[in-house]
């Protein structure tokens, strides 16, 4: 099994910055890839960014600029910075990791950290 923790989420003013963090443990043979994926109210789920273990990166269409993706290999750990937050960027920021796990390659996502940006 594989757990998928995010933390990092809080009340944030617009303008401010923030960072997230997830990491994956459990029984991991090999991860894909990691990201970051939110979900405001009312809205689909969308893609906030990924990075593959090779370090390719894609970012989602509306999170190009202020957001950057990293990554720490060896703690199975990916972060999520975030700069000059705006409202429109409030929403439940979720972890997904692509892990080859007891033989099998499943997608598993952690329980989500909700980010509020308001002043």
């Known amino acids: 099994q594989v757990q998928v923790v995010e933390s990092g989420g809080g009340l944030v003013q617009p303008g401010g910055s923030l960072r997230l963090s997830c990491a994956a443990s459990?029984?991991?043979?090999?991860?894909?890839?990691m990201g970051w994926y939110r979900q405001a109210p009312g809205q689909q789920r969308e893609l906030v960014a990924s990075?593959?273990?090779?370090?390719?990166?894609n970012y989602g269409d509306s999170t190009k600029g202020r957001f950057t993706i990293s990554r720490d290999a060896a703690k199975n750990t990916i972060y999520l910075q975030i700069h000059s937050l705006e409202p429109a960027d409030t929403a439940v920021y979720y972890c997904k990791t692509a892990t080859l796990s007891a033989g099998r390659v499943g997608d598993y996502w952690g329980q989500g950290t909700q980010v509020t940006v308001s002043s």
């Open positions: 459990g029984n991991i043979a090999s991860i894909y890839h």
């Open positions: 990075i593959t273990t090779t370090g390719t990166i």
